[in-house]
Nanobody, 117 residues
Framework: QVQPVESGGGLAQAGGSLRLSCAASGRTFSRGYMGWYRQASGKEREFVAAISWGGETTSYVDSVKGRFTISRDNAKNTVYLQMNSLKPEDTAIYYC??????????WGQGTQVTVSS
């Protein structure tokens, strides 16, 4: 099964910004909602944000509302996550997958985001 490929992570200072990208092709990712998830060390993977196929509907976990923005470019099979005003608690490995229900695709390697205080 095709895995998504996440990129754009790195080290940022608190208050800084990063933009993540997820290249996700294949039938599983070709239609419907896509989302970003994250897993901090020692914690369960959690939902972060989701976007509908046309981009008209988005949703976010409360902890990132007003700071993160999800978007997508269907022509490029790519989903983005713009992260502003980063906090140390945003430190995690970030993944993308389908959203609106249990994620249906394979999990990729993710991209590490580390925010220093």
């Amino acid at each position: 099964q095709v895995q998504p490929v996440e990129s754009g992570g790195g080290l940022a200072q608190a208050g800084g910004s990063l933009r993540l990208s997820c290249a996700a092709s294949g039938r599983t990712f070709s239609r419907g909602y896509m989302g970003w998830y994250r897993q901090a060390s020692g914690k369960e993977r959690e939902f972060v944000a989701a976007i509908s196929w046309g981009g008209e509907t988005t949703s976010y976990v409360d902890s990132v509302k007003g700071r993160f923005t999800i978007s997508r470019d269907n022509a490029k099979n790519t989903v983005y996550l713009q992260m502003n005003s980063l906090k140390p608690e945003d430190t995690a490995i970030y993944y993308c997958n389908t959203a609106l229900g249990t994620p249906r695709g394979s999990w990729g390697q993710g991209t590490q985001v580390t925010v220093s205080s």
